[in-house]
């Protein structure tokens, strides 16, 4: 019996059918296991990923390898999108027992859930070989077996401690962490690091506001630099934009096929970014089409944005994606096809499998002469009209709170920046206007989805499907990415409720997800108990929760100032200090939000009864430091604190500029504002 037909899960859905008696996650399932008096697999994985699909192909479609986890296991199906307390747990563990981590996840538990033999990807011989051992193990070595869990429990406990030294984040620290990151830059290829290489967007939004604090030019450099490595690479899709999880090898060429929602949001904030402090053309065109790609593949019309699109395509990487030289002149005729394949490093060799090659931009597209352009955007056009005749990625439906969320602010900040740079005598004025369009229905889409589908008696839940909300509890990351996407809708629409809702967040996590010494757990007290309660404060793939608590709680004080959350997002920032310091790279997010503090954050509101077309506005955007919060619009607008008693000067518009608990007089021109914001 598969009891995994009705998971709002589409990786869980994928197992719907294995002769493998799946459980979910469930206390069942160990009830079930101490009946029997057998142990626990419990495999985890996600829906896009490549070799969760190898394993399950291989061994848990395979009849016989069915038949052995029936007689001799209970096993359990994990979606870690679902439940990445579950996973952050048993990861810790694998790494604890292995060095090393991943997916698809192989954890082997007593009854009550104790992990005593743990490994990632096994080749069916070898999975068929483990499991017999396990099983012979059990019986026969029950003893060994079981302090080898405890001593595994024991590790994971200490792994996922909290209370640790804490420091406070300031200044120098700040630029210690910044030097440290370019001592690590790749100055060839940009980014940091060798083979596999990820998009280090966290990273890159850190360096642009510390360059924007400290006018520091290397830390512009490497943003630019890496910025235009990846863009270029064959990990940006040079056709439909969106990118890519991360390259195989050191140099962005061939990627890991999958499109994750949370790295295209972030990337989207550090192309929106640089494109609003430098205005340049790459940087503007990738983050436009990154948002296309947000809004026309993974947001559902009425809910929210889908998690990814797969790695495979009919169980091949890259089938979807990739070109041979010959493809391109079928496509296209013999010249565009030569022209393309030049432009697009399509070689007979290939850059990829089998001769085929991933598409990379060999030469600048953005300040070329018009012609050039324009054949460039029409080869762009017929590639991507044939490329849609092929099979496509399957699309992980599964609606994510804190990948929305994050989703929801990249969009905020796209659509405020494409309003500074709007032009009617751009080429592609219209292209842009539409991407803009859709973005905007797709974000507020998706906060509306959150609000009213995932909030349910006041608390978060992690995940919805086809509208219908899953049953996970939301955990530390849900809270603080949404009550920040919330405050970032708030400063778009000028609306009080947003406010209001991060608020509400805000105030839970404070309550439920506090650990001693202004730290905080993943998981919320009244969640249920695993083996350890996590409690990571480094960003990885995507924020930290304790780092997206405190963007949160930095944001939501400034829009207030309610000192009592800036207190708490300090003090949280205290016990992350320490690894920024140490280890920059895992802590980008926290660094960002450092460098909002150390700015102020400076507090902007512009009384006004223009907020979409005042140059006030525009210049208050423009010209932000780092992490400040901007609300415009009529003066004592309800549920609005920054516009409270802060009326028009003579009849005109008004800027009011506040930092730290002090702020300037009102000001009703354009340079007395970039002046005062210098």
């Known amino acids: 019996m598969n009891r995994l037909a009705d998971s709002t899960s589409p990786y869980l859905l994928q197992h719907a059918d294995n002769p493998v ?30 070799w969760c699909h190898v394993m399950a192909h291989e061994s848990f479609e395979n009849e016989q ?18 439940r990445p307390d579950v996973d952050a747990v048993y990861m810790t563990a694998t790494q604890a027992m292995t060095g090393q981590g991943g997916w698809p996840m192989t954890v082997f538990a007593t009854p009550d859930g104790t992990p ?35 001593a595994v429990v024991e590790a994971i406990g200490g792994a996922q401690a909290v209370g640790g030294p804490t420091a406070p984040l ?44 400290t006018g520091d030019p290397r830390s512009l450099e490497i943003v630019r630099h890496t910025a235009e490595a990846m863009a270029r690479g064959g990990i940006y899709d040079q056709l439909a934009g969106g990118f890519a999880r991360y390259s195989v ?13 949370y790295d295209n949001a972030l990337l989207l904030r550090v192309y929106t970014q640089l494109w609003r402090l430098t205005g340049d053309p790459l940087a503007r065109r990738v983050a436009r089409d990154t948002a296309r790609f947000l809004a026309d593949e993974l947001h559902r019309p009425g809910e929210g944005f889908a998690s990814a699109l797969d790695a495979d395509t009919e169980g091949v990487e890259g089938l979807t994606y990739a070109w041979t030289p010959a493809q391109l002149v079928e496509a296209l005729g ?113 906060a509306e989805h959150l609000a009213t589908v995932h909030l349910v008696d006041g608390r978060l839940r992690r995940v919805s499907r086809d509208g219908r909300v899953g049953q ?35 105030d839970t996590a404070l309550e439920h997800f506090a650990a001693p010494g202004g730290a905080y757990y993943d998981t919320a007290d009244d969640a249920e108990q695993l083996v350890a309660r996590p409690a990571d404060p480094t960003d990885n793939a995507t924020p930290s929760g304790r780092s997206a608590l405190i963007a949160g709680l930095v944001s939501y004080a400034a829009l207030t100032g309610e000192t009592r959350y800036r207190e708490a997002a300090e003090t949280a920032l205290a016990t992350v200090a320490p690894i920024v310091g140490r280890h920059a790279r895992f802590a980008g997010y926290a660094a960002m939000v450092g460098e909002a503090l150390l700015s102020g954050p400076y507090e902007i509101a512009v009384a006004t ?27 004592d607008q309800p549920g609005v604190p920054l516009l409270a008693d802060r009326p028009l000067v003579d009849g005109r518009s008004a800027a009011y500029v506040c930092r730290g608990f002090v702020c300037q007089r009102p000001v009703t021109s354009v340079d007395e504002l970039v002046a005062e914001l210098g």
């Not at 090898?249 to 929602?261: I, S």
């Open 170 to 213: 300031d200044g120098p620290l700040l630029d210690a962490a910044a030097g440290n990151l370019a001592s690590g830059y790749d100055e060839t290829n940009g980014g940091f690091g060798g083979a596999p290489k990820f998009p280090p967007h966290m990273n890159l939004l850190f360096l642009l506001r510390h360059h924007q604090r």
């Open 116 to 150: 005593f033999f743990c490994g990632t990807y096994f080749p069916r011989a070898n999975f068929t070989r483990l499991l017999q051992s396990v099983t012979t193990a059990w019986k026969d070595q029950r003893a060994e077996v079981l302090r080898q869990g405890a």
């Open 472 to 506: 996970p509890a939301g955990v530390l990351e849900d809270y603080g990415c949404v009550a920040e996407a919330f405050c970032a809708m708030h400063q778009l629409t000028g609306e009080g409720r947003w406010l209001t809702l991060a608020g509400q967040l805000l």
């Open 249 to 261: 090898d050191a140099h962005w060429t061939v990627p890991h096929f999958e499109k994750m929602l």
């Open 334 to 446: 013999e010249d565009d096809g030569r022209f393309a394949a030049d432009l697009f490093t399509v070689t007979a060799e290939g850059t990829f499998e089998h001769g085929m090659s991933v598409l990379r931009l060999a030469r600048d597209v953005d300040d070329v002469a018009p012609e050039v352009r324009a054949r460039w955007q029409r080869v762009v056009g017929q590639l991507l009209a044939t490329r849609d005749t092929r099979p496509q990625p399957a699309r992980d439906d599964k609606v994510v709170a804190a990948w929305n969320g994050l989703a929801i602010t990249a969009i905020a900040e796209f659509l405020q920046v494409a309003a500074l740079y709007a032009s009617p005598k751009d080429e592609d004025a219209n292209l842009m206007e539409g991407v803009t369009i859709v973005a905007d229905g797709a974000m507020r889409d998706a």
């Open 21 to 50: 008696d799946w459980w979910p996650w469930c206390d069942e399932a160990f009830a079930e296991a101490k009946r029997r008096d057998v142990p626990v697999l419990i495999s985890v994985g996600y829906a896009a990923c490549h």
């Open 65 to 82: 390898v069915g038949a052995l986890l029936n007689d001799n296991f209970v096993s359990i199906k994990v979606d870690r999108e679902e």
């Open 609 to 635: 009864d223009d907020p979409a077309g005042d140059p006030l506005v525009a210049a208050a955007r423009r010209h932000a430091p780092p992490g400040a919060v901007v609300v415009a619009g009529r003066p």
